[in-house]
């Protein structure tokens, strides 16, 4: 069926550092991504978006690439900071269908 | 500037109990959402609202009813609680469905 995974549950970086999430989705159909940040005992965040008419989309330090063709999505982090610390879910929306996706989550652990 | 409220915050039920959580949003959005989070796991739809009257179910509906009393209003209710419905809680909205949404801080429920 279809899912969207992370490739890695935990990822270590040093203050500083880029920081880079993947996620991988099956669904070829889906149409809109999104990439929420969730600190320890606190709700989902949003970080950014992208629709699948994109390639690319640019935030405040962060970046969204979706490849289509291999159907991945990475978010990226320019100078990780110690309160970009927490753990990042990718979602997907299919083309057809009302509902969001969520991916199981990669914890994201900045070193001072 | 609340956002999106639940209450309550921490809650403990006996099995067979029964309780609802409240969520209310003061951002005017269309579209509101039950979600449950496992550990280690990514976010599950319960149920949504995709406007004011309107309710569906979402990915893991069994064993919740939800009501939408008005458009800033939107309640989970758990008729006769079971251990496996030991989770975070959270409710989002949005203003139109799977546009950015908003989370509230969750509920965090324990069925003994």
């Known amino acids: 069926g279809e899912s969207v995974g992370l490739h890695l549950p935990t990822l270590s970086v040093q203050e500083g550092d880029n920081s880079i999430i993947n996620c991988a989705y099956s669904?070829?159909?889906?149409?809109?991504f999104i990439w929420y940040k969730q600190e320890s005992g606190k709700g989902p965040q949003f970080i950014i978006d992208?629709?699948?008419?994109?390639d690319k989309r640019q935030g405040q330090r962060v970046t969204v690439l979706l490849n289509k063709t291999v159907k991945h999505l990475s978010l990226q982090i320019a100078a990780t900071q110690p309160g970009d610390s927490a753990v990042y879910f990718c979602?997907?929306?299919?083309?057809?269908?009302?509902?969001?996706?969520f991916g199981g989550g990669t914890r994201l652990m900045v070193k001072p | 500037n609340a956002g999106v409220t639940q209450t309550p915050k921490f809650q403990v039920l006996k099995t067979g109990q029964s309780m609802t959580l409240q969520c209310a949003q003061d951002?005017?959005?269309?579209?509101m959402y039950w979600y449950r989070q496992d550990p280690g796991m990514g976010l599950r739809l319960i149920y949504y609202?995709?406007?004011?009257?309107?309710?569906d179910k979402g990915e893991v509906p069994n064993g919740y009813n939800v009501s939408r009393l008005n458009k800033r209003e939107f309640s989970l209710r758990l008729e006769s609680a079971a251990p496996s419905q030991t989770s975070v809680y959270f409710c989002?909205?949005?203003?139109?469905?799977?546009?950015?949404?908003?989370f509230g801080q969750g509920t965090r429920l324990t069925v003994v």
């Open positions: 989002a909205s949005s203003t139109e469905m799977n546009t950015e949404a908003f």
């Open positions: 669904n070829s159909a889906s149409d809109y």
């Open positions: 992208i629709r699948s008419n994109m």
């Open positions: 979602a997907e929306k299919y083309n057809a269908g009302n509902m969001l996706t």
């Open positions: 951002m005017n959005h269309n579209s």
């Open positions: 609202s995709a406007s004011e009257g309107t309710t």
